[in-house]
């Protein structure tokens, strides 16, 4: 089983079968509906430690055939892969079936919704009696069955927390109708429309993660129809890079730019990379000189501010500043360790990297954007409680959120 997926890629064992399985989820009979399955290989797992687009990779990098099934806020989906190729789901959420759908898509109105529905009986499909009662062409069904997995499987990719079961199949079950769908387009336009941060950056994982080009990404390229912002971020991986580097190389914001990365690796496009120690050497002085850049543009505001005030208050401003740092969170307090801010509020570069170093802090780009950050809300707090409603206020509100744009 191979993919990106947190707990269901890291530490491997083998079933009796001799397929590749993660360690610490189980194998054999698991089904979240209590229907009855095989002895085929079937893990499972925690939403809140992977992402649907992540357990998605993983079946399409293998080309297995599998039956998904998802439990979350409620809902219940099964999502149907046949040789890596995603072509049905279903859902016990009442709201997403067929007539649902075509209900929301003004095909029914309402009085041939509550026609459908007063005729449906168990035993019978809704899309054989959409056509029988003439509301739905033959030939317009199977469309319009794709939309309704369409909605199924775009739902489903937002899913933040819940749990899995992966069940690898030799075949689907005879009843499973099997759709052409455009597996890889509809990821990335699933991807594409999520806003939550916190689900981004579980896909995404760490700014030092080395990606390149798929050995088969230039072919599929063309049948995919990337947009422009795909293949901006694409295009910059001619070389092999880190997530931090295709960060401060991309023209689109910081969000986006993460989003993107994360669906290119969704749909395979880009895969983790292999550096050299040469170019592990390399990145990591581009890494650092970057963040010492960074630190830099932070610190020049810092004077500025530490200027001011001290024209307020004289020596008074180092028990200001004391005040700032401690707007820090215990978390990150460790990494201004032995720094006392005397010259102007700035920041000891030096001292931060090494506190970095001692704490083998893995996500440094990260960290210090971090640490950078919460001693400007610090200042900024600090100088509102103390010269609220003078001159001096506005001042460095508006040094900081220059900073920020």
């Given at each position: 089983?191979?993919?990106?997926?947190r707990?269901?890629?890291?530490?491997?064992?083998?079933?009796?079968?001799?397929?590749?399985?993660?360690?610490?989820?189980?194998?054999?009979?698991?089904?979240?509906?209590?229907?009855?399955?095989?002895?085929?290989?079937?893990?499972?797992?925690?939403?809140?430690?992977?992402?649907?687009?992540?357990l998605?990779?993983?079946?399409?990098?293998?080309?297995?055939?599998?039956?998904?099934?998802?439990?979350?806020?409620?809902?219940?989906?099964?999502?149907?892969?046949?040789e890596?190729?995603?072509?049905?789901?279903?859902?016990?959420?009442?709201?997403?079936?067929?007539?649902?759908?075509?209900?929301?898509?003004?095909?029914?109105?309402?009085?041939?919704?509550?026609?459908?529905?007063?005729?449906?009986?168990?035993?019978?499909?809704?899309?054989?009696?959409?056509c029988?009662?003439?509301?739905?062409?033959?030939?317009?069904?199977?469309?319009?069955?794709?939309?309704?997995?369409?909605?199924?499987?775009?739902?489903?990719?937002?899913?933040?927390?819940?749990?899995?079961?992966?069940?690898?199949?030799?075949?689907?079950?005879?009843?499973?109708?099997?759709?052409?769908?455009?597996?890889?387009?509809?990821?990335?336009?699933?991807?594409?429309?999520?806003?939550?941060?916190?689900?981004?950056?579980?896909?995404?994982?760490?700014?030092?993660?080395?990606?390149?080009?798929?050995?088969?990404?230039?072919?599929?390229?063309?049948?995919?129809?990337?947009?422009?912002?795909?293949?901006?971020?694409?295009?910059?991986?001619?070389?092999?890079?880190?997530?931090e580097?295709?960060r401060?190389?991309?023209?689109?914001?910081?969000?986006?730019?993460?989003?993107?990365?994360?669906?290119?690796?969704?749909?395979?496009?880009?895969?983790?990379?292999?550096?050299?120690?040469?170019?592990?050497?390399?990145?990591?002085?581009?890494?650092?000189?970057?963040?010492?850049?960074?630190?830099?543009?932070?610190?020049?505001?810092?004077?500025?501010?530490?200027?001011?005030?001290?024209?307020?208050?004289?020596?008074?401003?180092?028990?200001?500043?004391?005040?700032?740092?401690?707007?820090?969170?215990?978390?990150?307090?460790?990494?201004?360790?032995?720094?006392?801010?005397?010259?102007?509020?700035?920041?000891?570069?030096?001292?931060?990297?090494?506190?970095?170093?001692?704490?083998?802090?893995?996500?440094?780009?990260?960290?210090?954007?971090?640490?950078l950050?919460?001693?400007?809300s610090?200042?900024?707090?600090?100088?509102?409680?103390?010269?609220?409603?003078?001159?001096?206020?506005?001042?460095?509100?508006?040094?900081?959120?220059?900073?920020?744009?």
């Amino acid at each position: 089983v191979g993919g990106h997926a947190r707990g269901l890629a890291s530490c491997v064992l083998r079933n009796a079968a001799g397929r590749r399985v993660p360690r610490g989820v189980a194998c054999g009979p698991a089904d979240p509906y209590n229907a009855p399955m095989s002895d085929n290989l079937s893990i499972q797992g925690d939403l809140s430690e992977t992402t649907v687009p992540d357990l998605f990779r993983t079946v399409i990098r293998s080309g297995e055939t599998a039956v998904l099934l998802l439990e979350s806020e409620g809902q219940k989906d099964t999502i149907y892969f046949l040789e890596g190729r995603l072509v049905y789901a279903t859902t016990k959420d009442p709201d997403k079936g067929l007539a649902e759908t075509l209900l929301r898509a003004g095909e029914l109105d309402i009085e041939q919704y509550n026609s459908v529905m007063d005729r449906i009986v168990a035993a019978r499909k809704v899309g054989s009696l959409l056509c029988e009662l003439g509301y739905l062409m033959p030939d317009d069904l199977s469309r319009a069955v794709e939309r309704q997995v369409d909605s199924i499987v775009l739902d489903a990719i937002a899913y933040r927390s819940g749990t899995y079961t992966m069940e690898f199949v030799p075949e689907l079950p005879d009843e499973t109708v099997t759709l052409s769908l455009q597996t890889e387009r509809l990821i990335l336009d699933g991807i594409r429309s999520i806003d939550s941060w916190s689900l981004i950056w579980r896909g995404v994982g760490r700014l030092e993660r080395m990606l390149q080009h798929s050995p088969d990404a230039d072919t599929r390229t063309f049948q995919l129809e990337l947009t422009e912002d795909e293949s901006h971020i694409l295009a910059l991986l001619s070389e092999p890079r880190s997530v931090e580097q295709l960060r401060t190389r991309s023209y689109l914001s910081n969000f986006l730019t993460f989003r993107t990365i994360w669906g290119l690796l969704a749909v395979n496009l880009i895969q983790d990379g292999q550096m050299t120690e040469s170019e592990e050497v390399q990145t990591a002085a581009e890494i650092e000189y970057e963040l010492e850049a960074l630190v830099e543009r932070f610190n020049g505001v810092y004077q500025q501010i530490f200027t001011r005030v001290f024209q307020k208050i004289g020596d008074h401003v180092y028990d200001f500043i004391d005040r700032v740092v401690l707007h820090l969170s215990p978390e990150l307090l460790r990494f201004v360790s032995g720094m006392n801010f005397v010259n102007e509020g700035r920041v000891d570069f030096d001292q931060l990297l090494n506190n970095l170093f001692s704490a083998a802090a893995a996500d440094r780009s990260r960290i210090v954007q971090a640490v950078l950050d919460g001693l400007l809300s610090g200042w900024v707090a600090e100088v509102r409680a103390e010269f609220a409603g003078q001159p001096l206020e506005s001042e460095v509100v508006g040094l900081a959120e220059g900073l920020r744009v």
